[in-house]
Every structure is written in structure tokens, then in C-alpha cells.
């Protein structure tokens, strides 16, 4: 069975955040390795535990700064001359 292909997230936080998951994976994966002195794949039980762990910790500080990121690229607009500015897309 071959694998489906992926489609990419339609949040924008969660496209957002999958770098930075995939790098505390990578991240993760070396220093479990460092640990044991071999190689260590990356789906391993105790590099799985340590990436929750890290997720956990920093998660929702990570959330806040793409959203306050996502909020800064959007540009406020007038739909009509006598509205307050809202944001749009």
C-alpha cells in the first residue's frame, strides 16, 4: 500500500509550527543518540516521550509568537470610510 500524500495544513499556526516541530524532533533524535553512543531513529519510544516533553514546555509560547507574527503581516482596512479599520485578508 503506498503511503497518501500529505496536504498541508490549513491553519496557518499549524503550518507554522511543523519547522519548529520537526527540527525539536531532529533536535531530540541527536541528543538521544549522543545519549545511547549509537544511532537512534527518530520514531523511538524515549526520542517520542522527549519531544512531548519539549512541546509541552515551550508549546504554548510558540503559538503566541507565530500568531502575534501572523497578526503583524495582516494590514488593517477600512471596508467604508465611516468603519473603524478591521482585519482582513
Known sequence: MRPRPSKPPQDPIVAGELPLIRKIVEDETWLEGERRGCPVSPHDPVVHENVCKVIL?????????????????RKPVALRPDMPPSFCD
Open 57 to 73: 514546555r515551550v508549546g504554548e509560547k510558540m503559538r503566541e509568537n507565530l500568531t502575534a507574527s501572523l497578526n503583524a503581516q
